[in-house]
């Protein structure tokens, strides 16, 4: 059995900096490529980063801003957030694929692991 088990959402300003991570309980050799997806209000949940081994994919509005990140040796996955707009708000969500599916990191189907969720919220 997997569990990931998210941190570290929380309120800042606009132009700030929040560091969330997102920890594998269990089974975590079950799981290959990891990713960050968010889910603002009214809004469908979008991709944000993904990573597998030292392959990192970005959706375009955070490049240059975001970091996605992972330590094995913790089975925690991190995504550094700089620079934060107002539209970065939203519920942020860990997933992890089965380590045998290499489908695209993008696309939520592929996932079958989830986090909880944690919330971000940028103000002014």
């Known amino acids: 059995q997997v569990q990931l088990v998210e941190s570290g959402g929380g309120l800042v300003q606009a132009g700030g900096s929040l560091r969330l991570s997102c920890t594998v309980v269990?089974?975590?050799?079950?799981?290959?490529?990891m990713a960050w997806f968010r889910q603002a209000p009214g809004q469908e949940r979008e991709f944000v980063a993904a990573?597998?081994?030292?392959?990192?994919t970005y959706t375009d509005s955070v490049k240059g801003r975001f970091t996605i990140s992972r330590d094995n040796a913790k089975n925690t996955l991190y995504l550094q957030m700089n620079n934060l707009k107002l539209e970065d708000t939203a519920v942020y969500y860990c997933?992890?694929?089965?380590?045998?599916?290499?489908?695209?990191?993008?696309?939520?189907?592929?996932?079958?692991?989830w986090g909880q969720g944690t919330q971000v919220t940028v103000s002014l």
């Open positions: 997933a992890g694929q089965d380590y045998w599916n290499r489908g695209s990191p993008s696309r939520q189907f592929q996932y079958t692991y």
């Open positions: 990573m597998l081994d030292d392959t990192t």
């Open positions: 269990g089974r975590a050799f079950q799981i290959g490529t």
